[in-house]
């Protein structure tokens, strides 16, 4: 590794800014590299403000920003290529990602600091049950306003970092001076600058949804797009990973006495040395080892680094689910999760580190946190599926357990206004919980009841009669506090007498104990069951609420539209009440039994239905086949659509019946198993064979359409991914407008020697080559005769972690290139034989108005002994 003194000297800096680099000019890279020093100049005036700021703050200043390179060269260097435009908004993101720790980062100062929100809630709380006027928030005691400062820049200061990329501040000649000099890069860029600098404190979910997509290249000065999730993946591990004795100098120590946790933190930085990596693993040592005295912060380092070991994994899960397939040279740290094993590198003296006992200090904190919006993501609709899994998880067992028929049961979820609020229901007659799973399983974090021994004894026999839950985890029912604290369990065994009912109540979510009492004469259900209900925090039909839908503009979901889509196949009748009116809403089985149109409504209320109407007059829309398993069992109900950009064109994988992932390329729904806890990822069960005689139903069906040419060789691509037969769809275009399947185009290649192929899928205009105007092209462009065009769609259907699916059932080889692609060059192989020659170069492809208009294609010739042997 390079010299940490100098941070132009490290590998990420010379691979993107003075290393020669394919597609980028000495120019470019100068481009970038001098803005981002200039800027530099800047926020290290910016930095200097926050020792001031946060007494007791490890460094923070320009030292700790350089650094960042290094820790960032140490998880990259030959992983992952980083362009010069890149390699700018990530120094710029690391130049900001701290900066905001100080008032100097708000050009009102204090004035502007106190009218955030934060600022309020601050103050009351440090001002805590002591009495105090109503002007204390506006105006409080000097001393709140010392404590509170700190606070609340360490709060705000992610959220306010995204904003100081296109922040001004203005001189005392009324100048208004920037961290970016250049307008033009500063409007360009800024915004998602401000995006990866505030998403360093985003959790690694939040970081793939909202990054997902990446920028275009900056018109004029590169080529290059930016990767979001991988600039904000690498600043945040590039950050955790600077634990260094740069980070506390001991002479700095001695001058500033830090106290209480910083005192910890100075105590065990001091002594780390840079890290370096081992088989994929950071390896964190350390210069003098830890005395009896310094336990205390031994054991901060043991979190602190156990806490990167989690980022590092999180990231390298994220990386594994991005089509991409970009990693970072580090996944774990080493030591990690056991202070044996850490003890090793960073070394104690006449003492020795043993977790001998597993604590969790704040539980409240770890349900919220692993239960709530950081395993589900902040979509409130996921609780009610949760909760509509658990009461189907009841049915099934009351019918295994009592011998019912498959069709018993039901669940009514219901929506109403009392004088406290909104409140939503939902209430099964399944088996029932005793008073010992209510206190015991449900509240138990992490512990499945129908996996537990408890099960065996509450209900002999009931496993060994076929039940299988859909939970798995023993997480599901913490989600509920995602939409309220107050929440109310009444449940009664289906074997047990009305005395025997119980009411669970939380009166503050998971921050108080809840109350056990025995339910009121007519509170639990009549023949057994159990109802949740909890008190809204958020009006339903308010933003942010359960039926709130951010699409196609403000929209309000009606309950009966939300239950169906969120269980569109779930095996239990289910019945909802809203504005006073019950009605029904899932049948049990009736997903295969609906019209092909009431099933799409079903599973996407939002859909619009004009789009409906213009499949079912192309005839494409008839094409919704039910999907069979080896023993003739139903595993879906859907057909193959080409997916846009729309969230309406996809489908949905159901587990127990109730939706759990999109679908790519297939609308509709499959039938599939979870792979995650939070059950928004799975895989079809759909077995190879019966997918493959499907895909070719769907090529038959298709190619018999109304539907347009284009279309319909999407649908090729599609249906090859699934490993179906053509069936005489479309492949490729010849000329303007001659679609060919595969018989027809071999026997076009029959009679020809030359081929000119286009594997781009279409011609776009090229500002840089076509000698007319963009609008001339797309009015005017006739392409030529012998050109071949190869539709090019992304067929993929899913990616699970590093499965692709359904290759990981088929057998297929990782995608190189286009299914298209490949069909087209395996019909050269087979009509003109192995000896073709390919070539490539730039060739008139077409005109647009007599103006001769080249692209760069690839040519194949049929070589002479082929043409021979005819």
Request: proline share 4%; with cysteine.
């Amino acid at each position: 590794m390079s010299s940490p003194s100098d941070f132009r000297l490290t590998w990420l800096w010379r691979h993107a800014f003075v290393n020669p680099l394919p597609d980028v000019t000495p120019a470019e890279q100068e481009f970038f590299r001098e803005r981002y020093l200039a800027m530099r100049e800047k926020a290290a005036v910016l930095v200097s403000q926050i020792a001031s700021a946060m007494p007791g703050l490890t460094v923070h200043d320009l030292t700790h920003l350089d650094a960042l390179w290094e820790t960032a060269s140490l998880v990259s260097e030959g992983a992952i290529t980083v362009s010069p435009a890149e390699a700018f908004v990530f120094g710029a993101s690391v130049l900001l990602h701290d900066s905001a720790m100080s008032l100097a980062a708000y050009p009102q100062g204090l004035d502007q600091l106190k009218q955030t929100i934060a600022w309020k809630d601050t103050v009351m709380a440090l001002l805590g049950d002591c009495e105090h006027g109503p002007d204390a928030v506006s105006a409080p005691p000097r001393d709140i306003v010392q404590r509170a400062v700190p606070e609340v820049l360490r709060q705000l200061h992610a959220q306010q970092a995204g904003a100081l990329a296109k922040q001004g501040w203005v001189t005392a000649n009324g100048d208004t001076v920037y961290l970016i000099d250049d307008a033009e890069l500063r409007f360009f860029y800024g915004e998602t600058i401000g995006q990866i600098a505030h998403s360093h404190w985003w959790s690694v979910a939040h970081v793939e949804e909202e990054l997902s997509e990446d920028l275009g290249a900056f018109p004029s000065k590169t080529k290059s797009r930016i990767d979001r999730v991988k600039l904000a993946c690498l600043l945040r591990i590039a950050d955790a990973l600077h634990l260094d004795q740069r980070r506390a100098p001991r002479f700095l120590r001695a001058l500033t006495h830090p106290q209480g946790v910083s005192a910890l933190h100075w105590a065990f930085q001091e002594r780390l040395a840079v890290p370096h990596i081992e088989h994929e693993a950071v390896v964190f040592t350390a210069g003098a080892p830890f005395e009896i005295s310094d336990a205390d912060a031994w054991w901060l380092a043991y979190d602190t680094i156990s806490a990167v070991n989690r980022e590092l994994q999180d990231v390298d899960l994220l990386m594994q689910n991005r089509a991409q397939g970009l990693f970072f040279r580090a996944r774990r740290v080493k030591g990690a999760g056991s202070p044996e094993s850490l003890a090793r590198t960073i070394h104690t003296r006449g003492w020795r580190p043993i977790d001998t006992q597993l604590r969790v200090s704040d539980i409240p904190k770890v349900v919220e946190t692993l239960g709530g919006a950081k395993l589900y993501g902040d979509d409130p609709t996921i609780v009610l599926r949760e909760l509509i899994q658990n009461s189907a998880d009841a049915v099934q067992a009351r019918r295994r357990y009592q011998g019912r028929r498959e069709s018993w049961g039901s669940i009514v979820v219901s929506l109403s206004e009392r004088s406290d609020g909104h409140w939503l229901t939902v209430e099964d007659n399944g088996i029932g919980m005793s008073e010992r799973v209510l206190t015991g399983p449900l509240i138990d974090f992490g512990t499945s009841f129908w996996r537990s021994t408890l099960a065996t004894q509450e209900f002999p026999g009931l496993i060994a009669k076929g039940m299988n839950a859909i939970g798995r985890y023993g997480i599901g029912f913490f989600s509920v506090f995602m939409l309220g604290t107050v929440v109310r369990v009444v449940s009664r065994r289906c074997d047990q007498g009305e005395e025997c009912a119980r009411v669970l109540e939380f009166r503050d979510g998971t921050a108080s104990r809840p109350i056990l009492s025995p339910a009121e004469k007519g509170c639990a259900p009549v023949d057994g069951g159990t109802r949740v209900e909890v008190r809204l925090k958020v009006d339903p039909r308010a933003k942010g609420g359960l039926l709130h839908v951010n699409r196609f503009g403000e929209t309000v979901l009606t309950l009966h539209q939300l239950v169906a889509s969120l269980a569109p196949s779930v095996a239990v009748s289910v019945e909802v009440e809203e504005n006073g009116a019950s009605v029904p809403a899932i049948g049990p089985g009736d997903w295969l039994e609906l019209a092909d149109d009431a099933l799409l409504s079903r599973l996407d209320p939002l859909a619009k239905s004009d789009a409906h109407d213009r499949e079912r007059k192309s005839g494409h829309h008839a094409a919704i086949r039910t999907v069979f398993g080896e023993s003739g069992q139903p595993l879906g109900r859907a057909y193959i659509k080409p997916s846009e950009y729309s969230r309406s064109d996809r489908g949905w994988i159901t587990i127990g019946g109730l939706r759990a992932a999109r679908l790519a390329n297939v609308q509709g729904l499959l039938v599939g198993e979870t792979v995650t806890a939070s059950r928004n990822s799975a895989l079809p069960l759909v077995p190879q064979e019966r997918l493959a005689e499907w895909a070719t139903e769907q090529a038959r069906i298709i190619a018999a359409s109304k539907a347009d040419e284009l279309l319909k060789a999407k649908c090729a691509e599609i249906v090859l991914e699934c490993c179906g037969r053509l069936e005489g769809l479309p492949i490729v275009c010849w000329g303007r407008d001659e679609w060919l399947n595969a018989d027809e185009f071999c026997e076009r290649l029959a009679s020809s020697t030359e081929l000119t192929v286009c594997f781009d899928g279409h011609f776009s205009y090229d500002e840089d080559e076509d000698d007319v105007h963009p609008r001339d092209f797309r009015n005017e462009f006739e392409i030529g005769a012998d050109i071949v065009v190869v539709p090019k769609h992304d067929g993929s259907i899913l990616t699970v972690g590093r499965q692709a699916w359904p290759r990981s059932i088929t057998g297929q080889p990782a995608r190189r290139d286009s299914n298209l692609a490949a069909e087209v060059r395996r019909l050269l192989a087979q009509v003109w034989g192995d000896e073709v020659e390919e070539d490539s170069e730039n060739r008139e492809v077409g005109k647009v108005s007599g103006t001769s208009i080249t692209r760069h294609v690839t040519i194949y010739r049929r070589v002479a002994d082929s043409v021979g042997d005819e």
